[in-house]
């Protein structure tokens, strides 16, 4: 069910998860997933249950997929660390095969350009799989920065990637919005300062967005411009 009345904040930029939030691109992990896991003897994951994987990055996911959704990554064994490398490779060449904006998305990052809203991606994918997948999709031109999770020696939930982008604008935490799709996105938007919602169609694992506890969330990319200004300036 739609809700009604999405939230409205009086904030200057805006900033975005990728992954389960701007682009459904658990299809393309699924199939870098289950490359990773055929080579090795492992039984293969639906698109399901990937989706329920995905959220701390490629090493986070495959660890999960090994060895189930608690797992952790482990630390200095090289035959993990051969597969993680398999499957950016893979992954690197198929990145949106079936990948794709969620409904809705485009026309949203459209509107709050034209109203002069500064955009970023802040994500714990790869950089170079970022800024490549956004190139691939066309939605490089909507953002003046993109983060990714090897961008800083720190990643979301942490609150730093969000105020590297912050600090390069000159805006503070809480006259900029973070929309995401999962607890990652809360924790590291309440660590810096900012409101954050979620979009309802996203990587969570199962859990429902509200407990989280964002500060909305939104079922449809069309309800966004909703919950901003009508008009902003660029920062200076």
């Given amino acids: 069910m739609t809700r009604s009345s999405p939230p409205f904040f009086t904030v200057r930029a805006i900033l975005f998860d990728l992954d389960g939030t701007l682009v459904d691109s658990a299809p393309d992990l699924c199939g870098a997933m289950n490359h990773v896991l055929a080579g090795r003897g492992h039984p293969l994951l639906d698109l399901t249950q990937v989706r329920h994987l995905v959220g701390h990055g490629a090493r986070a996911l495959l660890a999960r997929g090994f060895w189930g959704e608690t797992a952790e990554p482990?630390?200095?064994?090289?035959?993990?660390?051969?597969?993680?490398?398999?499957?950016?490779?893979y992954y690197r060449d198929h990145l949106t095969d079936h990948s794709a904006p969620y409904p809705g998305a485009v026309?949203?990052?459209?509107i709050l350009r034209q109203?002069?809203?500064?955009?970023?991606?802040v994500t714990n994918k790869p950089e170079a799989l970022a800024q490549k997948?956004?190139?691939?999709?066309?939605?490089?031109?909507?953002?003046?920065?993109?983060?990714?999770?090897?961008?800083?020696?720190?990643r979301?939930?942490?609150?730093?990637?969000?105020?590297?982008v912050l600090d390069q604008w000159g805006i503070p935490p809480h006259l900029a919005l973070m929309v995401g799709d999962s607890g990652v996105d809360v924790e590291a938007a309440q660590a810096t300062g900012c409101p954050v919602v979620l979009m309802s169609h996203g990587y969570r694992r199962g859990i429902d967005a509200e407990q989280w506890h964002p500060d909305g969330v939104l079922d449809h990319f069309e309800q966004l411009p909703h919950c901003v200004p009508t008009e902003q300036k660029e920062p200076r």
């Fill in 74 to 89: 482990p630390v200095a064994d090289p035959d993990f660390e051969a597969a993680v490398t398999d499957f950016l490779d």
């Fill in 107 to 110: 026309a949203a990052l459209q």
């Fill in 115 to 121: 109203r002069g809203f500064p955009l970023a991606v």
């Fill in 133 to 154: 997948m956004l190139e691939q999709l066309h939605l490089r031109p909507f953002f003046t920065h993109v983060v990714g999770g090897d961008t800083l020696p720190q």
């Fill in 156 to 164: 979301k939930p942490a609150p730093e990637p969000l105020r590297h």
